[in-house]
């Protein structure tokens, strides 16, 4: 015994000189990474910002400034997937992990990085060859090689594959880290040793690596975007005779719209609105005038959600900006941490139509839909949804005692409304400005940027400039993720497109009974089922390509499609066990899951009758569209 401790008493020491070395070379790397993709979404801002001035005010164009843009933009979208990486925030599922015991979640925690280095190592070539055959291809504003955008693949993948190394050499469990990566070269070597009977099975591939496949790995925690990306590599590798580099083209293709764009913009307005006060102060102009109310401030809750993702389009930084203002005093009144958690996932899933939602910019993008059609059919579905939580409110808190709430005065109201009218104005503002041809629905962000700027400086007097490099680096972060799982998908659904399952999917929905009805019905209940499982903007960029041609073929507006799909998504979305929007609420209020459960099977089922009334009254969506 007291040799084993002798023999053990010198290692610690180099053990804690390892890690520390280790700690010092991945915060090394993370700076490395952090600083430029903050500076590019800056970078991104001021590019935009001068376009809309110098076209708008000045009556000049800038020829290059989207083709610069869109330079920057995949970078960004490459280096926020890095930083999201490094951050553990890529989008995955956990509903399964956390059941698990620990010794299996370590395990599964290392298959996920396992399959991160297989997809990234994977890529890495094909994503090379692919930026060296841009070196051919000239910009036709700038007049530059088009390497110089292409070169975000390998670079990224290079920066992602040198960050899954150090984590498998931080990894303290080395026996599960040799397990995955154990587990990752026998599954490869099974599909090349199976590869000439996978060439014999035909469209039974299909159920292979993008049902069963795909399954195992998202319920196993891999991220999304690196589950779909080997799925999709595998399929075309061992089934069909594709390059690699079609993957690769494919993901750019999918992370190239200028009109995704709008995603960091809108991500980091979002931050922005918090910070500056503007959220806070739309708040408390909402519980003065209904803070007296039986249930009021659960009724300010949904109206306060309904604003605010009118400015920033995030989910995450809507229910950020609105929980820390408005809990504290709920839960002084008595209200139930299970209901109120409760209450803010459904809000969540209430909200996904306003714009500018980062749905409605993703269907735009990847559907051919005018964003601005979206953008004005998602208010009135969102309202209705909003009515129906509220119609339960009102019941479950009927009998509520506010013996010792004070009413606000019409005088304190009167002022929380004049303090609240620049930040009420936002989403007027940036309505008004896609509307008047000012600015692009990707432009549009800029204006509302400076707005909350301005508005935070010189109006709210509200503006912690130390925030601002971790918000920009939150940007990046949620937007290389959100964009990798849009390439990713991008890519798979050309496969299956490839492979003739579109065309065998829209026979099956043309035939189904009930005509438009039925395609409605059968497609709201696929997506709340793919809302809950895939998360919200891969079940769209994934399906919704497929869907919308069928859709337009039965007779159904593609913009009420759109809507039904959405607020579909967004049910399953925020909907527990396995949406993630639930747990997103639960970590941002700080309840715990266990709590809302019983709750929000009411508020589930008001969300569900408000979205059978957007089915069968089409007029909701698209009543305020101008007629061709």
């Known amino acids: 015994m007291h040799l084993e401790l002798a023999d053990e008493t010198p290692a610690a020491p180099a053990l804690t000189g390892r890690r520390a070395r280790l700690k010092w070379l991945d915060d090394a790397l993370g700076v490395a990474i952090e600083v430029p993709a903050a500076l590019l979404v800056v970078l991104e801002i001021v590019v935009l910002l001068s376009g809309v001035v110098s076209r708008y005010v000045f009556h000049q164009p800038i020829v290059w400034a989207d083709e610069l843009a869109s330079i920057l933009f995949l970078w960004l979208a490459m280096l926020g997937a890095v930083v999201a990486y490094r951050r553990a925030e890529h989008m995955r599922m956990t509903a399964m992990v956390s059941l698990a015991s620990p010794k299996a979640r370590a395990f599964l925690d290392a298959v996920s990085l396992a399959a ?42 290079v920066l992602m594959l040198a960050i899954a190394v150090l984590r498998l050499v931080e990894s303290a469990d080395w026996k599960a880290s040799l397990g995955a990566l ?25 159920l292979i690596f993008f049902v ?36 690769v083209g494919r993901m750019d293709e999918g992370m190239s719209h200028l009109i995704l764009l709008a995603v960091p913009l809108f991500v980091f307005l979002g931050l922005l609105i918090e910070m500056t006060g503007m959220a806070r102060a739309m708040v408390g102009f909402l519980a003065a005038l209904l803070g007296h109310v039986r249930g009021g401030l659960h009724y300010v809750l949904v109206g306060a959600m309904y604003l605010v993702s009118g400015i920033s389009g995030s989910k995450a930084a809507d229910m950020a900006a609105v929980a820390p203002v408005l809990f504290p005093e709920m839960k002084a009144r008595g209200a139930k941490e299970g209901d109120l958690v409760a209450l803010l996932a459904a809000t969540g899933a209430q909200t996904e139509t306003i714009p500018p939602s980062l749905v409605l910019i993703t269907i735009g993008s990847v559907t051919g839909v005018s964003i601005t059609a ?8 969102g309202l209705v949804l909003g009515v129906t939580l509220c119609l339960l409110v009102w019941w479950r808190y009927r009998n509520e005692d506010l013996s010792h709430v004070r009413r606000a005065s019409w005088g304190e109201i009167g002022r929380a409304f004049v303090i609240a009218i620049p930040a009420l104005a936002l989403p007027f503002v940036i309505r008004a400005a896609v509307v008047e041809g000012v600015a692009t629905a990707t432009e549009v962000s800029t204006i509302g940027i400076v707005y909350a700027v301005l508005a935070g400086l010189l109006i709210y007097r509200q503006f912690d400039w130390k925030r601002l490099y971790p918000m920009l680096v939150s940007t990046a972060s949620l937007s290389g993720a959100i964009l990798l799982i849009i390439g990713a998908a991008t890519g798979m659904a050309w496969a299956l497109t490839q492979s003739g399952f579109s065309q065998s999917l829209a026979v099956i929905m043309k035939g189904l009974p009930g005509g438009a009805l039925g395609f409605l019905i059968v497609s709201a209940l696929a997506f709340i089922v793919l809302g809950s499982v895939l998360e919200g903007i891969p079940a769209i960029v994934l399906f919704g390509p497929l869907l919308f041609p069928i859709a337009r073929q039965v007779g159904v507006h593609e913009v009420h499609y759109a809507m039904v799909v959405i607020l579909a998504m967004g049910v399953g979305l925020f909907a527990p066990p396995f949406g993630v929007g639930y747990y ?33 009254v089409p007029w909701i969506s698209i009543g305020f569209l101008t007629a061709p």
């Open 116 to 157: 991160g280095l297989v997809f990234i190592g994977l890529l890495l070539e094909p994503a090379y060859e692919f930026a060296s055959e841009e070196l051919f291809v000239q910009t036709p504003a700038l007049e530059i090689t088009n390497a110089w955008r292409a070169a975000a693949l390998p670079v990224g993948f």
């Open 182 to 206: 154990l587990l990752a070269g026998l599954v490869v070597g099974g599909l090349v040793l199976a590869e000439p009977t996978l060439r014999t099975l035909g469209n039974w591939n299909l």
């Open 212 to 247: 069963l496949g795909v399954g195992a790995l998202v319920f196993s925690g891999v991220p999304i975007a690196f589950a779909f990306g080997l799925a999709t590599f595998g399929y075309l590798t061992f089934t069909t005779r594709a390059p690699s580099m079609v993957v």
């Open 374 to 381: 979206l953008f004005t059919g998602g208010l009135l579905p």
């Open 584 to 616: 997103a609420a639960c970590a941002i209020s700080r309840i715990h899951p266990d709590a809302g459960i019983r709750p929000i099977i009411g508020y589930i089922l008001a969300l569900l009758a408000g979205l059978v009334v957007v089915i069968l």
